[in-house]
């Protein structure tokens, strides 16, 4: 099943990729349900991201960056579950930056998930979605005081 997300975010593209690191994670975690991260690597291919979910979840979840890389309109990564809370079995997400103007960017969360069995897949589809909605909001917070003049076209090229 697919969920995705598009959220406008002020900031060159390559900028915003760059600021996809810890920090942006921890902003990104869900509210209500506690967590730790064990292992965080980073966004570039062959990175980890290892978790640990508290309370009625206890579990965890590993995810694997398996692909990265940039052009002139965009740059993305993709992190993959290794190991994931059930009922998940599969989990790919493709975290992507676009350039929309030279300090205007759209960030794209395009997920790809399967649970045990189809009505699994459907029944967790709302938990998933609602998990994922909140992220526009906190892009917007976390990017839009990013200096609007400094941008990345100069700088040495990563993920």
Do not use: C
Not at 30 to 59: E, M, W, Y
Not at 72 to 78: A, L, N, V
């Amino acid at each position: 099943m697919n969920i995705k997300f598009e959220t406008l975010v002020d900031g060159h593209y390559k900028d915003i990729m760059k600021r996809f690191d810890r920090s942006l994670f921890e902003a990104l975690a869900p509210p209500l349900i506690p967590f730790k991260i064990l292992k965080f690597t980073g966004s570039q291919t062959g990175d980890v991201v290892h978790l640990q979910f508290g309370g009625l979840i206890n579990t965890e979840w590993v995810s694997e960056i398996t692909d990265h890389g940039s052009n002139d309109s965009e740059t993305y990564f993709i992190d993959e579950g290794t190991k994931l809370p059930f009922p998940l079995s599969t989990w790919k997400h493709r975290h992507i930056v676009k350039k929309i103007e030279a300090n205007k960017s759209l960030i794209i969360d395009d997920i790809n998930y399967q649970a045990k069995n189809g009505l699994l897949t459907r029944l967790i589809y709302p938990m998933l979605y609602a998990g994922f909605k909140n992220r526009g909001k906190i892009y917007q917070r976390f990017f839009n005081h990013l200096d609007k003049v400094h941008h990345s076209d100069t700088l040495e090229e990563k993920s």
